[in-house]
């Protein structure tokens, strides 16, 4: 099992910024690609980022430009920085670990951005 165990949200007025802490434990070995997805209230959760064990990323539209997914192999710990936050990005943000196929998540994060 992989735990996964994130940080970083919180209330910002619209155009601050936000960074986003995800620090895996457990079972390491294995994981792959690792990314931050979101829902927002009455929404489907949605892909934000993704990063893999190579450092490949992979974004959002609504995203790119603004947000930036990087990742400490060393520490296990993947990270968003959010940039120009918008109210439409407010939601839960979480983390999502693929390891051997299986995906693991994260409680999740609140995000909100005041007008």
């Known amino acids: 099992q992989v735990q996964l165990a994130e940080s970083g949200g919180g209330l910002v007025q619209a155009g601050g910024s936000l960074r986003l802490s995800c620090a895996a434990s457990?079972?390491?070995?294995?994981?792959?690609?690792m990314g931050w997805y979101r829902q927002a209230p009455g929404k489907q959760r949605e892909l934000v980022a993704t990063?893999?064990?190579?450092?490949?990323?992979n974004y959002a539209d609504s995203v790119k430009g603004r947000f930036t997914i990087s990742r400490d192999n060393v520490k296990n710990t993947v990270y968003l920085q959010m940039n120009s936050l918008k109210p439409e990005d407010t939601a839960v943000y979480y983390c999502?670990?693929?390891?051997?196929?299986?995906?693991?998540w994260g409680k999740g994060t609140l995000v909100t951005v005041s007008s």
């Open positions: 999502n670990a693929e390891r051997l196929r299986v995906d693991f």
């Open positions: 457990g079972s390491i070995w294995g994981i792959a690609a």
């Open positions: 990063i893999t064990s190579g450092m490949i990323t």
